[in-house]
């Protein structure tokens, strides 16, 4: 990428529809900046470049003040262009049927805020305009590559666990991401489609904890309370040393006791794991194992393994996981290419091997989901296992049948009456959410023929390119 004013707008050709569109938004915003300051993309992603973003512009926000109180810092506002459809001619972003979105249906934005030498230097030339830093818009073109490669979009509430410092630096404790609507941008509507404005909010790593466990959205209610955190518009101080929770404790006081009441709105994680069919009798209804389901959507065309091309445009320092919201049942389980209409085939028992690294999610899912008559889902690359109360809607188990395997989609009914038996197993166990278990761990509940182990799966058979969290559902 290649910093440079606007092309688009310095061209004699006009721009594409969408593109301008979004160009004439921002115009609205800030109609003093009519050419701000842009990273280019130099080798267009449809042209078999690495960055999907064709551009990235850069703004200078004066915030707002009121009084002798600063309810907004003075910041840096970014903005992308290219995960909306920017062309219409589908050199990007294919042509869906029954949907209002432009291409992915969103752009990210990114608000930095700017350091007292930087607000020195403005007070001292305020007629030399500031180059601001550049590394955000790498930032932002990692995740809409992680969106591109994946096909899975981002929603406001949904948490990017990044586990460094989001500028490189190893002494910030903004680690973390967790995605908002910008306050500014909001959504158009455009030739193409309606476009969200998904604001990237720099969060501690406590933060993203509680937010994970709780609920994104209230997380981010939190933060905008205080200038300190970030104020009204959610501003990324990269010089922040406190949590809200240590800044503000009675928020972390409240985020618990709501958690009790009303359970978590974390829906789901990525993780690996295995199933085999547990069998008390010797008559079986129809064998299905791991193994033998994975080599079958291994060779679904839609499944495919990533190109060589494509594994060449992977961000191998992409996080582990990311959040995603989804509205129902049927969208926790994020497979996108699932057989038409595939006949649940119903267990007489299960046998579930989970990864270690997720069984910390087994309390909260137990506890904080399934108490509360909802529902939790283990995502592999080509399978997934959704736990369900009994008052889920729309599942395709019941209390008389209730472990069952729809297509690639695996699931497991826990009735009420093993809630309380599985949430002191896994406190005995120490499975406190916060640690992941050292040695393999057994849980056996007979009675139900169902058995769960905390072990190290086998390989899948297709590497996974990069994982991703389900979240809020009710």
Sequence with gaps: MAASTNPEKNSELKPPPGLKSLIDHLKSVYPDQPNPLQVTTLLKYWLGGSDPLDYIS??????????????????????????????????????????????????????????????????????????????????????????FQTGNGLCFGDNIPWRKGLDGSIDSRMQSLLVAQDPQLGSIDTPFGTVDFCQIVGVTEEELEQASRWNGRGVLNFLAKDVQTGGE???????????????????????????????????????????????????????????????????????????????????????????????SLHKSCPLDNQPQAPDCISLDGIEITLAPYAAKYLLL????????????????????????????????????????????????????????????????????????????????WPDKHFKLIVDQPPCPLVPTAMSIEAAPVN
């Design 58 to 147: 850069m703004y200078s926000n004066k915030g707002q003040g009121e009084g002798d109180a600063e309810r907004i810092p003075p910041h840096w506002h970014y903005v992308s262009f290219g995960l909306s459809d920017l062309h219409g001619d589908q050199r990007v972003h294919l042509k869906e049927e029954h949907t209002t979105r432009s291409g992915m249906g969103f752009e990210l934005t990114f608000r930095l805020a700017k350091t007292e030498a930087e607000l020195q230097k403005e007070r001292e030339c305020p007629d030399k305009a500031l180059r601001p830093p550049t590394w955000p818009a790498n930032l932002l073109q990692s995740i809409a590559r992680y969106c």
């Design 233 to 327: 518009w959610l501003v990324t101080n990269m010089q922040r040393t406190m949590s809200v929770f240590e800044l503000f404790p009675e928020t972390l006081l409240n985020l618990q006791d709501d958690l009790e009441k009303q359970g978590s709105d974390l829906a789901g994680v990525n993780a690996e794991f295995t199933f085999r069919e547990l069998k008390p009798t010797t008559t079986i209804k129809e064998e299905v194992d791991f193994q033998s389901l994975n080599e079958k959507c291994a060779s679904e065309e839609n499944n495919r393994p990533l190109t060589e091309s494509q594994l060449k445009r992977e961000e191998p320092s992409f996080p582990q996981s990311m959040s995603m919201s989804s509205n």
């Design 365 to 444: 899912a137990i506890k904080d989901r399934i108490r509360h008559g909802r529902h939790f889902t283990f995502k592999a690359q080509h399978l997934a296992l959704t736990l369900v109360a009994e008052t889920v809607t729309g599942a395709a188990v019941s209390v008389s049948e209730p472990y069952g395997v729809l297509g690639y989609w695996i699931q497991v009914l826990i009735p009420n009456d093993l809630v309380p038996r599985m949430m002191e197993a896994f406190r005995n166990s120490q499975l406190d959410g916060k640690t992941e278990p050292t040695q393999r761990l057994e849980f056996d």
